[in-house]
């Protein structure tokens, strides 16, 4: 989405940092900024994380600052080190803010994870989008604001899609939609349903329907998540359309307890 020129001024933003001093937008000034809203438990902002990086990395020494801003959907990211964590295990580099108080999302009226802005050498907002993709039209971008700080730059050709379902013409069947475990947004197959913030004794039947989750056990309810409760085992069971299965989960315990995946029956 463009955005007019010399009309929205970004607000400026900082506390706790990793990769890097504290910055603002301020000091700046004179540079194109892509500002990157993300989560790491979030799987539609993990598919973008190496564009924004290959954008860090290609961009930086010719007038580009990538700001990750990580503003956590769940209380569990609100811990630091659980970021950090998180940082590394995706290899990134540029500097990221830790938005825990949703200060910064707020301030720029954020809605979704992910959310890409892009602002110009005034600082001024020029380009945003909301969600994956977008690619090639985020970089052109950056490189058309780059140009407006050097019309003589050289830039390299833009780069072709980093996942092969980025592509042009890649074949994408519907895939089943994110879903929640907690009470609260959660969508549950069970016929016993969810006992809220209470302990409860789930029971199977077989019976399978899409874009519900079903559990077999001795289950809590919390407005977030659902926890392994008792003695004894406990099943998560889904029937998914999509190439692979992301499930964000912890451990209160320590050790943690085996957890085994199986698709079809198989390990």
Known sequence: MKVE???VRAPEI???WLNSPPLSFRQLRGRVVLVDFWDYTCVNCIRTLPYVQAWHERYRDLGLTVIGVHTPEFTFA???SNVERGVKEFGLTYP???DNNYEIWKAFATRVWPTKYLLDKEG??????FGEGAYRECEDTIQELLREIDPAIKLPA???PIRAEDGTGALCYPATPELYLGHRRGQIGNAEGFREDQIAQYTFDGMLEENVFYA???WASTVEYFESAGQGEHHLILRYSAAGVNLVMASPREPMREVIVRQDGNR
């Not at 001024?124 to 989008?129: E, F, Q, S, V």
């Open 14 to 16: 900082g506390r706790v």
């Open 78 to 80: 609100q811990y630091e």
């Open 216 to 218: 077999s056990g001795e």
């Open 124 to 129: 001024y907002l020029r380009w945003a989008h």
């Open 158 to 160: 833009l780069m072709d």
């Open 5 to 7: 020129k010399g009309t």
């Open 96 to 98: 990221i803010v830790v």
